[in-house]
């Protein structure tokens, strides 16, 4: 896949931090001191273990969260200015769409198909014409592959693949310029998943829309993404072209991950493991690297400073004294 030109972001993610206040003080370091860019059309995988941040990353910059400090500028607005609690009815609100990780829980049980796409229509489009939203809804259910005559069924009446089709659809209906997907295959059935990779990546190069792509596995983001963020325990350690993260990945947690990846012809080959446990997120030292004493290559100088990201090839930027 083609990664698009990148000269003029489409969203630019300056510094951004999530804490959450968990003792008198205590803070939980979610998000901590994250910039990165995305392109119009690009298609970005954000990746790392559970509890890394991903997903409140994701929810700070679809604006279901605020954030502690930093931007989020959107072309030429900062949308981090704007309360969450507000911007849901800004008239930006459409421009980023969120599909989520389990559509049982995303879909209003009490809604049909038809009720669940029309009402992004109705709220984030302003369309009040019903035979207009008829015809807009048809059109998203081709789109995605659903079945028009399935619009008038409830949730609990769909598989799992037409429920996630119903909350791509969704998604899609206000014509947003990025898409956050939220693991949006983890839930379903493995035959399913590849039929719901297949038409994100027909409806990105239809519709020119940027993706973040958030998941765990790093097979589908190798196969669906132009550029991969890997973060561990609230920060970015490395971040670079997918192949070249795949490739020749060069801090010591991507190599894990890498390596975790199930490749038969891999057998008996020496492999780069995370041992140990995760330091604590909560009042982290700022001055130590967050994989240092998991890191196979930990020396005294990481529990003494924590490098930024810095360049080790075109568009390739890690964290790490060892890059």
Known sequence: MNAPERNIPLLRVQRL????KVGRNAMLHAVDDISFDIAPGESVGLVGESGCGKSTLSRVIARLADPTSGALQFEDVDLAVHPAAKFARDSRRGVIQMVFQDANDSLNPRYTAFDTIAESLRLLVGMKDAAQIKARVEELATWVGLPVDLLSRYPHQLSGGQKARVGIARALAPSPRL??????????????????????????????????????????????????????????????????????????????????????????????????????????????????GRCPKGEPKCELTMLDLKEVAPAHRVACHFA
């Not at 970015?236 to 072209?241: D, K, N």
């Not at 010591?252 to 446990?277: C, F, M, N, S, W």
């Open 179 to 292: 898409l956050i997907l939220d693991e949006p295959t983890a839930a379903l059935d493995v035959s399913v998943q590849a039929t719901v990779l297949q038409l994100l990546a027909e409806l990105r190069d239809k519709l020119g829309v940027a993706y973040l792509f958030v998941s765990h596995d790093l097979n589908v983001v190798r196969l669906l993404c132009d550029r991969v963020v890997v973060m561990y325990l609230g920060k970015v350690v490395e971040e670079g072209p997918a192949e070249a993260v795949f490739t020749t990945p060069r801090h010591p947690y991507t190599q894990a991950l890498v390596a975790a990846i199930p490749d038969p012809d891999a057998r008996g080959r020496k492999t780069v493991r995370a041992e140990g446990e995760p330091r604590s997120p909560i009042n982290p030292d700022p001055r130590a690297c967050r994989f240092h």
């Open 17 to 20: 931090q999530k804490h959450f």
